[in-house]
């Protein structure tokens, strides 16, 4: 009931305007046709600003993701880890999203490629679009083409070559080197680097050293020559295999000239190493801090760090916390360390679960394939994965993943582009990373044009239906 100065007023109203609202019926609708009027909502994006991976499942938005847009505002480190079992998009994804990185003049990415197949890695088609030369690490290429890494390379410091021939040893024995050891090590080093200036010191120089020490270098610590040489025998006999034994011609001479450190695209391509071997760890600790002290510079370029079998690193303890603290010293230069990895038990019940869960937790991105039911819980519980997720996880469909950008968990489907084609899917590909066939995917872009298609006449037509009735409404009245 309206108090008599609210009705006055409205009488006056309609008097001069006639009557301002009109009586509508109700209209009866289905469900079908009211989600138009109703739209859902779906969970926020990651922005507008980055790499197109694809698009949302669920709400059907474009994904687009870059870990240097996202760094300092949604994410506190710029790592990214893959996981998933084969033949369900790992490898593609990794390509097409280095070719889109490589789309902006300020990336550079290195890619340690262990996988392949015709006496190629898996890289090589698109280091051949590109134009660049893969640097094969092999030992029989090493031999014929002089591809070297020099772990005594004089653009690594001191400190840092000492570490890195700690870690090749320790990786190579299985265990910690002693304190008898590491000192007899130390003295070798510190000697050859004092006394070779005219040319680079080679790690035949350290293997010389320790099978024959100086006394000078004894006498300082106050112990026998011979005790000293007994020390560092076990040492030179795994330094010795590097230079004369399986792994020879890849790291026993200079660094090879030529490779080119600016190049956008860098592939080390590791193929030719058994994977399954105590070499493949060496060379990725090699690699690894080979390129820390001479491709990563603060020049403010973004660089992507790929690694391929990534199990090879976080698996190891030595290797793991060399990798450890390039991640820490990386994200102060620009540096996004994207690890594949096909099953998480494979390091976090290794021998390196303490640095493996280090290395995880600095990976804010986290992107899962299809797994199988024991394997996606086990995942899930590590990382921290809703349960929704968890659940989805065994019946993801090839090229479908669960994203996990620290706590924005979405459903992404990975789209590849007609000219990426070609170079993502190869032969090897394949057979591992099956992805749509052309076929499949004309016949899905035709699907969506005629379902758009449909529901814009059917809006139409609802229109033209719902203004008839006001017509006729306004008519009656």
Known sequence: MLDPLSAATDAFTSFLFGKTETTRLPVRTSTGQAQAVYLPTAAPGLGDSGVIIGREVYSGKGYIYDPFQLYGQQLPAPHWLVLGESGNGKSALEKTYVLRQLRFRDRQVVVLDAQGEDGVGEWNLIAQELGIQPVRLDPMAAIDQNIRLNPLDPAITTTGQLALLRTIIEVAMGHGLNERAGFALKVAHAYVNETITDRQPVLTDIVEQLRHPEPESAEAMNVDVDDVRAWGLDVALVLDR??????????????????????????????????NSIA??????????????TWIRPDRKKRIFLVEEAWHIINSPFVAQLFQRLLKFGRRLGLSFVAVVHHLSDVVDGAAAREAAAILKMASTRTIYAQKADEARATGRVLGLPRWAVEIIPTLTPGIAVWDVNGNVQVVKHLITEAERPLVFTDRAMTESSGPSASELEAEAGLAMRLAREAEAEAEVRASALEQRMADESTVA
């Open 280 to 293: 493949m760890p060496i060379l990725m600790a090699i690699v690894g801090v080979w390129l820390e002290h």
């Open 242 to 275: 590097l230079v004369d034994g399986d792994l020879r011609g890849m790291f026993d001479g200079p660094t090879t000239v030529g490779i080119d450190l600016d190049a956008p695209l860098i592939v080390f391509d590791l193929s030719h190493i058994d994977r």
